[in-house]
């Protein structure tokens, strides 16, 4: 079976092989050089890949908020990921798919929006540009976020605890915690030692660490002799590392821009911590990068 149809879409440079879904615009694939797939399959402990978050990142108290007296339902992460994606351009080693507002947008989220999503393969790097325009005639309050979840072991028969994250420059600010899908008020000391954070699986036994403070703009998972994953971002300001408390094979590690409301916070979107507030006819890109390196290449 072909892997580019309708509903998804196959890309390979010689290096790297990608594909892409239309539902979420998910890449759903990540392949090196010898076929070996870096990318979390969505398995039993969590149906999903590489989701777009958007038009919020995490959760609202209670999923909702109030706009000009109405209130809307909004879930954790927003709407994208659940939503069909328009196939804009496709090319052997590209493709851009876009959303836009609707009626069934405005039911959750009474703003016109255009969201495109640029994926581009180079050499041994893949590329997602989000390209967020706001047609309307008023301030459009938004997050994005992303959401890849890398394979943990990266190689089979490399333990878990062998395995590191480490930071372009020093992390040393507080970091946050998740309780019931909201920013903990409690802050707790920066877990990376000397730009490194040593990860098992007892770290998300509280759910995600997340940098809101964040100094780097990439880092590098690697395990003992395995290849090794760089992320790379521009314009995300915040990061979360996440996996499930209960242990799974899988790392998130997620640039964003905005995050979870912090507990006890009930305002409006554009009082939100952490969102963006694009004047009307304005635009906001910002984007990341996945490489596949080989192994040490961490340091």
């Known amino acids: 079976m072909s892997d580019t149809s309708d509903d998804r879409h196959r890309m390979a440079n010689g290096w790297i092989t990608a594909v892409v879904l239309a539902h979420g615009a998910e890449l759903c694939s990540l392949q090196g050089e010898d076929g070996h797939e870096f990318l979390w399959q969505a398995g039993p402990a969590w149906p999903r890949h590489s989701p777009v978050l958007f038009p919020i990142v ?127 008020a409690a802050i707790h000391p920066s877990p990376v030692v000397d730009r490194v954070l040593e990860l098992r699986p007892e770290l998300f036994a509280e759910d995600a660490l997340v940098f809101t403070t964040l100094a780097s703009r990439s880092v590098r998972f690697s395990g003992h002799d395995t290849p090794v994953i760089e992320m790379s971002w521009e314009g995300f300001e915040q990061l979360g590392v996440w996996s499930k408390p209960t242990g799974a094979d899988f790392l998130c590690i997620e640039p964003w821009h905005g995050y979870a409301s912090p507990e006890g916070y009930t305002g409006d979107l554009p009082e939100k911590p952490g969102m963006m507030l694009l004047p009307a006819g304005t635009q906001r890109e910002l984007q990341w990068t996945v490489r596949l390196l080989p192994p040490d290449s961490g340091t």
């Open 58 to 184: 995490g959760r609202l108290a209670d999923d909702t908020y109030t706009h000009e007296g109405q209130s809307y339902r909004l879930t954790q992460h927003g709407f994208a990921r659940d939503r069909r994606f328009t196939w804009v351009d496709r090319t052997e080693t590209s493709c851009v798919l876009r959303l836009e507002d609707d009626p069934e947008s405005h039911a959750h989220y009474p703003y016109p929006f255009r969201l495109e999503l640029a994926y581009q393969l180079e050499h041994d790097g893949l590329t997602l540009r989000y390209t967020l325009s706001n047609p309307g005639e008023g301030v459009l309050p938004a997050s994005l976020g992303a959401h890849p979840a890398f394979a943990w072991p990266i190689l089979p028969g490399v333990e878990k605890e062998e395995h590191e994250l480490r930071f372009a420059r020093d992390e040393t600010a507080p970091i946050h915690g998740v309780s019931g899908g909201l920013l903990t």
